[in-house]
């Protein structure tokens, strides 16, 4: 895969390398421990995965939750949207990104974002599998 990514994976670097989303500097296929991550933004510690319709929840949970342990934020996004609506995906990386350069003004006390469902709406893509 590091070699042959999915059309998804090459539209997605097409907007991200070269520090063409507001500044952030990605790279592709990056390797940390025992996993390789999509893209990663280092300066952020963000994770952005690219799911086709094969992934197993579970396994990405366990996987997500390892890479959490080390600092890194995953979010998940679908090759659908990637397809068929990257302004909205690259909308969801870029306030992702801004979230993680400042902390939120009003924390939920248990620690939930947005509802699943509310961050469809606004952003207009799919969060399936998603992990914030």
């Not at 992934?55 to 996987?63: C, G, I, K, L």
């Not at 997500?64 to 998940?76: H, P, V």
């Not at 090759?79 to 993680?100: E, H, K, P």
């Amino acid at each position: 895969m590091r070699n042959n990514p999915t059309e998804p994976e090459k539209r997605l670097w097409r907007h991200l390398s070269n520090g063409q989303l507001e500044g952030h500097k990605f790279r592709r296929q990056q390797v940390i421990g025992w996993h390789i991550a999509d893209f990663v933004c280092a300066a952020s510690k963000l994770i952005v995965e690219v799911d086709g319709d094969t992934h197993e929840e579970a396994a990405d949970r366990v996987r997500d939750e390892t890479l959490a342990e080390q600092g890194y934020r995953t979010i998940r996004v679908a090759n659908y949207d990637v397809m068929s609506n990257m302004d909205g995906v690259l909308r969801f990386i870029a306030d992702t990104l801004r979230q993680a350069e400042r902390p939120h003004p009003n924390p939920s006390p248990e620690g939930e974002g947005l509802e699943r469902v509310e961050a469809q709406k606004l952003l207009g893509i799919s969060l399936e599998g998603s992990v914030g």
